[in-house]
């Protein structure tokens, strides 16, 4: 536990040593905000509602989900760039599992996201462009709840592709991959309600709407009661079935390392 | 002459060792150009998602804005093979490999420019652009005759300048601050998202910026436009449309004396 505090710590510090980097990061999640409502006010016209979704819900989904994905970094690359330099055989011996440490770093650079950009952004956007406030107190708790299992899901889904280092030369393209279905079905580039049902059918067998659209619709009061529960059964079963992937991939993969350089 | 043909004969030699570093591992390459493929096709199938629902955006369709889209992605695919260099310069200083590009016999921004291009953003780009091109103007019926074929192919080079201006400013920025990601994200990737969509639908700020700042309007907006025959807003009417290759050579002039200007401040990281 003293490990996995140390190295969260350490990346949490060094998010804050590239001060101008960080201002205009916390812009581009802004600006991309705003160029999705200015897209769907013009998509809206005069009309109230389309689909019975009013335009408050569709500009609430897009700040939520996309000041979500912008604190949700999970970085693809560890596992491969430690089997290209060589630091995997001392990750090895170390006494803390490497994926323990992965995590830690992952949470370090989070919460001071959260705490940044993830609030600034909101914030920002309440002012410019207004959001739905949640549909009560509770389901600001139930949100919240949804947005962690919701982590878990992508961080497992990111564990997949860095284990994949072990087999394939380079996982830039199934990192990028992973990112576009990521984008483009869990509701962040555009609002799962408008999709049409057989496709929205299809989708909600994958893991992906249990990241974004899950929880903004537990926040809007789109999900209520009882099946709360059935999507955070949901969420948690996604987690398991892809952390279990994760770790067949690394027990079979630890075995074939080979270091290239070092 | 025998300058330039020097020049020229380096450039290829430059480019041969590229393309020969970038296909090194030949299945990744293919997944690699692949995947910016699906990455940059990305919004068009949002766009497409998105108009299932919806007929028209602001008096444009589904072919129109496809059609907005391939000039982004055939300039861009252009751009990737010259200007790559522009693009990661922020990693030749940061590094501090710039300093050895400071101490061969040739100028620093030929060497730049000549020692990397991204060819699996060229391909991926490139491939998607000129599918929607085909596609798109296939469907909207453009009437095609000598002007217009002048036109797009001069709109396209003037595209590729202006983008490649941006670059080189982001580049010459990396003198003054270590990293730039962020701010290049700002300039060019953020505008660029922007540029997806016809600015007609954006505030007035946004439409000044697009025109006046960061003048993305005139890779895409206005070419399109001009196109597809429709009214381009409360711009100066026609003559904007026509004035692409023109702001491309005048912005990647100015560029270059911003370039020389910042390069005689540049203090090495070390390494």
Known sequence: ?262 | MEKTYNAFSLFLCYSKITIKSWFQYKVDACMRSLAVFFREATGVIVIYLTMLTFDEINGWNTNELLLLFSFVYVTYGILIVFFTGLRDFEFLVNTGQFDRFLLRPRGALFQVIASNSDWFAAIGHGALGICLFIFSANNVQIVWNFWNIIYCISSIIGGVFIQAAIFLVVASLSFFFIKTGSIRELLYWNTRKFANYPISIFPKFVKIFMTYIIPFAFVNYFPATYLLDKDSGEFLGKTFCYITPVIGIVMFGAAYLFWNYSLKRYKSTGN
């Open chain 1, 1 to 262: 536990m003293k490990a996995f505090m140390a190295y969260l710590k350490i990346a949490f510090k060094s998010n804050t040593i590239y001060r101008v980097d960080f201002l205009f990061s916390i812009i581009g999640t802004c600006v991309n905000i705003f160029i999705y409502c200015a897209i769907w006010k013009a998509l809206y016209g005069d009309n109230i509602s389309v689909n019975s979704v009013s335009y408050e819900m569709v500009t609430t989904n897009f700040i939520l989900s996309l000041a979500m994905s912008s604190v949700f970094s999970t970085n693809d690359f560890v596992i491969q760039q430690k089997l290209w330099d060589g630091s995997i055989s001392t990750d090895m011996v170390r006494p803390i599992d490497l994926r323990v440490s992965i995590l830690a770093r992952d949470l370090g650079n989070i919460f001071f996201k959260l705490i940044t950009h993830f609030i600034l952004s909101v914030i920002i956007s309440v002012i410019f462009i207004g959001m739905l406030p949640p549909k009560s107190f509770v389901c600001l708790l139930l949100y919240v709840i949804g947005m962690i299992l919701g982590f878990c899901v992508l961080w497992a889904l990111s564990v997949i592709v860095q284990m994949s280092a072990f087999w394939i030369i380079n996982v830039w393209s199934i990192s990028t991959i992973k990112n576009v279905v990521v984008n483009v079905l869990s509701g962040i580039m555009i609002p799962l309600w408008f999709l049409p049902d057989t496709l929205k059918n299809i989708i909600s067998f994958t893991p992906f709407e249990s990241i974004y659209y899950i929880p903004v619709n537990i926040y809007l009061g789109k999900i209520t009661g009882g099946e709360i529960f059935h999507a955070y059964f949901k969420q948690l079963l996604w987690f398991a079935v892809l952390f279990y992937i994760g770790n067949v991939m690394w027990n079979k993969g630890k075995r074939r390392i080979f270091v290239q350089g070092g």
